[in-house]
């Protein structure tokens, strides 16, 4: 349990690092590398252009995260207790977290990344934050390349140059032949990559959950559910007015989730 609430501390960090580093190296490295074309014209100038695409995924990503921390699914402390008030908890719905101490409703799983449990108040943010941060790191892999490419003039054409770029490269820099921050940036690389890949395949996972009406919790325990439409539970998560909490990090956009517990 020592080693799950260490973990609980240090994988936000890590996050915020990475995030923290993402941040510098693309405003410090990649936007003006891009101002270097004179024949851009300045409304639409890569740089420009490239600053607003990540700035929108980014603060998404960020936004989300946040919401994702501040919305923690509902706290059933009555289901703790005598037998009589676990009794007014539906199983299926609930669940004990060890790491957070407390009862949850509609308990999918403890993210260590975000430091909190995910369920029916913060699942619709979570799924969205793995979508941008997945987006983030993949664009921000892209143009990682470009900069790459343009510095050490590699030409990235053959499908093998990105898996064979980390071992040539190593031997390059013990050589002296590749600097530190250019060896910096290619590590960079593999780490948005691998980020990018699995929180892709989180979100794919956990769209495919919420189609199905189910949790991870409730797949790993093998419990039933009741079956309803995909699109009512897709709504139940996402709300009516998905599009405006797709655009913008929000934590209330009409879901029948949210309207349950203002009643």
Known sequence: MLALRLLNVVAPAYFLCISLVTFVLQLFLFLPSMREDPAAAPLFSPALLHGALFLFLSTNALGNYVLVIQNSPDDMDACQGTSARKALCPPPSTH???????????????CFFTGNCIGSRNMRNFVLFCLYTSLACLY??????????????????????FLTLLPTSISQFFSGAVLGSEMFVILMLYLWFAIGLACAGFCCHQLLLILRGQTRHQVRKGLAVRARPWRKNLQEVFGKRWLLGLLVPMFNVGGESSKQRDK
């Not at 004990?96 to 403890?110: E, I, K, S």
């Not at 990682?144 to 499908?159: D, M, N, T």
């Open 96 to 110: 004990f977290c060890r790491v957070c101490a407390r009862v949850t409703l509609r308990h999918d799983h403890h």
């Open 140 to 161: 921000s892999m892209v143009a990682g390349v470009a900069y790459i490419s343009a510095v050490l003039s590699i030409s990235f054409a053959h499908p093998l140059a």
